[in-house]
Structures are given as C-alpha cells and as structure tokens.
C-alpha cells in the first residue's frame, strides 16, 4: 500500500468517483486531500491525481482500522455513505475510530437522504455523541427550487435512483421538503 503523509487536511470516506475531492484538492495546493472507497478507480483517473490527492481503494472501517494515527485528520467528510454500514456496531466503531482520528476541534459532516439511510438522524447523533463527538449543527438541504426530491437525490447520490424512473418527469410544483441533512460533529479541544 502507498505512504500516506502523517497528517491529513480533508478525508472523504465512501468518496465516489473523486470529482468534487479532486475539484477542492487543485483549489487548495497545500492542503493534504485523502478519499476512501471500496471501488477502485480507472487507470486513467488515476494518473491524473494532483500531487495533494491520495486515492485509497478500502472498506471505510478497513481503512481507520489500520492507516491512520491518532490526531492526524483536520476534517472527515461522509455524503450518503452511513446507509453502507448496516451493522450498528460498525456504525459505533466508525465513528469511535473518526473521533481518534480527528486532531481536538475537527470536523465530521455527514450528509444522509431521508430516502437513501434507513437510520433516523437522532441514532446517528446518538452513536456520534457515544463516541465522543459533539453535534454543533443540523442543517436540512433542500432540492433546487423546480426539482423533485428524487432529482435531488439522484444528482447527490453519486447515480443512486431513488423514486423516479428513467423518462419520468419531475412533477411541476412539488412541495419543497428537506432531503437530505448535513450533520455537523466536532471533536471537542479537551
């Protein structure tokens, strides 16, 4: 496996493809960017990594469990990837393993679709809290104004189709209800 440097700015588990990591990683030169997903990326995609950017092909707890030091990680970033974690004791140690990771003061977000995760939020901010982090912020994040919650989700949710088939038609002036919610944790500065 490759080196990771010691110590990492922005970690994006169950990241995906990489577009918005790579997009933020030529943003920000000096800034250390990791992603962790359990599907690899094409060759190509690969090599074309700017030099901040490590790609690590991994089960998300596979990975805290073995590559990361206590204090090393700035920032976790988790969009739509809890629902991956059927277990609740998997969900327990994911969040056990970010809390040793984050340096005091760091931040967890994880963003979930109400129709994506089966897990109410308040059970996520439980087992957050469990394991040490602090909830400082729920926030909803509503569809475009136009766009039905499926659009929404489809768009987010890395291809995921959640309630509205190919060729199907948004419903002109469906009523605007949260979707998704981001959950903000922080490590406390003990």
């Known amino acids: 496996m490759a080196e990771l440097p010691t110590r990492i700015d922005v970690l994006d588990l169950f990241c995906g493809d990489l577009r918005r990591l790579k997009q933020l990683a030529q943003r920000h030169p000096r800034k250390v960017f990791v992603g ?24 998300a707890l596979a990975f805290l469990r073995s590559r990361l030091e206590p204090a090393s990680v700035r920032f976790v970033n988790i969009d739509y990837g809890v629902h991956h974690l059927t277990d609740k004791t998997e969900r327990r140690e994911l969040f056990s393993r970010i809390n040793y990771s984050l340096v005091p003061g760091g931040k967890l977000y994880v963003t979930t679709s109400n129709q994506l995760d089966v ?38 949710a890395r291809g995921m189709v959640v309630g509205q088939r190919p060729g199907f038609e948004p419903i002109n002036g469906a009523p605007r209800v949260p979707d998704s919610t981001r959950l903000i944790f922080t490590k406390p500065r003990r």
Not at 49 to 56: A, M, Y
Not at 123 to 152: D, Y
């Open 36 to 59: 962790v997903d359990h599907v690899g990326l094409p060759v190509p995609a690969m090599a074309s990594l700017p030099s901040n950017l490590r790609f690590v092909q991994s089960h």
């Open 119 to 156: 897990y109410p939020h308040a059970l996520l901010v439980k087992e957050a809290q469990e394991a040490g982090l602090k909830v400082t912020r729920q926030r909803p994040l509503m569809p475009k104004p136009g766009a039905s919650q499926s659009t929404f989700v489809m768009k987010h």
